[in-house]
């Protein structure tokens, strides 16, 4: 009957699934460093600021609000308290007991997303991608998550089970997240008409700024150049949303396109913490590709590398 053979396969997946991965780890390590970064660069006073009229006191109102370590703590001074979450992250990003560890991420995540005035998006993302990840690595009992996966899976553990349905929470957390953000894009004008990149480089506090900013101007300003980034951003996001919920082999592109287009705008126009989280988001959710195909691409190169003729000068 159909039921029963989708309980055999989910069971099948289930059981089949890695719960130990050097590529979710490396998503975790990342997410953690991008927010050590906003904690290690922003001084207190330009993360809690006054916004609409109203003061730059903490809201606390909700229950997930006050479990916030900027709630916890009162009065404390609050650049201590940046000090305290910054170490939690960057034990995180250690890779040390992930199975454990996973707790103290939702929390700094949850502290920094519920509390900090001017967030940049992806502390949003954070917070619900670690939630997902207290689950994702639940069996895994590695001591640091660099270490090579045993080789035991697990599957009659109940934290298996937990651990396959994190993951998925992961994926279609972070595919909705690029779908919406595709198809928001299309309504507005200049997405639509291909011009939006253009009018981004130029922006005067967002716009291209560094060592890139003359040539992002420059290249923008060509109206094919324009109309391929524009356009170009749309698919990538689309891209990826759809691809991370195919099997494995597409989950391992889903993460280099990522890649691509998230240092592409880190060297465009910043946000260097935003695209580090987004990046990491994704190497959680294509854990199970990056895992087994990125190994495979790299042995590849270094064949090649090996196999290369010597030249004389």
């Known amino acids: 009957m159909p039921g029963q053979r989708l309980i055999a396969a989910l069971e099948r997946s289930v059981r ?42 903490t809201d606390c109102s909700t229950p997930v609000q006050a479990v916030a370590l900027y709630c916890l703590a009162g009065t404390a001074d609050r650049q201590l308290l940046n000090l305290v979450l910054l170490a939690v992250l960057l034990v995180v990003a250690s890779g040390i007991l992930p199975r454990y560890s996973t707790l103290p991420h939702f929390w700094a995540s949850l502290s920094l997303g519920q509390s900090v005035s001017l967030p940049d998006g992806g502390d949003a993302v954070s917070q619900v991608v ?34 396959w349905a994190g993951w998925w929470g992961v994926r279609l957390q972070v595919a909705y997240i690029y779908l919406n953000s595709a198809l928001a894009k299309l309504p507005i004008g200049p997405w639509s ?82 695209g580090l989280t987004m990046i990491g988001a994704v190497l959680c959710a294509a854990s199970r590709g990056v895992d087994t195909y990125a190994p495979r691409g790299w042995r590849r190169l270094t064949r090649k590398g090996r196999a290369a003729p010597a030249t004389c000068s």
């Open 16 to 57: 089949a699934f890695p719960a130990e991965s050097r590529a979710l780890g490396a998503g975790r390590s990342t997410i953690a460093l991008a927010q050590a970064s906003v904690l290690l660069f922003t001084p207190a006073s330009h993360l809690f600021v006054p916004v609409g009229g109203t003061d730059a006191a």
């Open 130 to 163: 670690t939630f997902f990840l207290m689950l994702a690595c639940a069996n895994d009992r590695r001591t640091w998550h660099w270490q090579r996966p045993d080789g035991e899976v697990r599957s009659e553990s109940l934290w298996q089970g937990l651990a």
């Open 193 to 274: 008409e291909g011009s939006a990149t253009y009018y981004v480089a130029r922006m005067e506090n967002f716009g291209a700024a560094g060592l890139f900013a003359d040539m992002f101007r420059w290249a923008t300003g060509i109206t094919a150049i324009a109309l391929l980034s524009t356009w170009g951003t749309i698919l990538a996001e689309s891209a990826i949303a759809l691809l991370l919920l195919r099997r494995a082999s597409r989950q391992a592109v889903a993460a280099l396109i990522s890649m691509a287009l998230h240092v592409l705008i880190i060297l465009q126009i910043g946000i260097v913490s935003f």
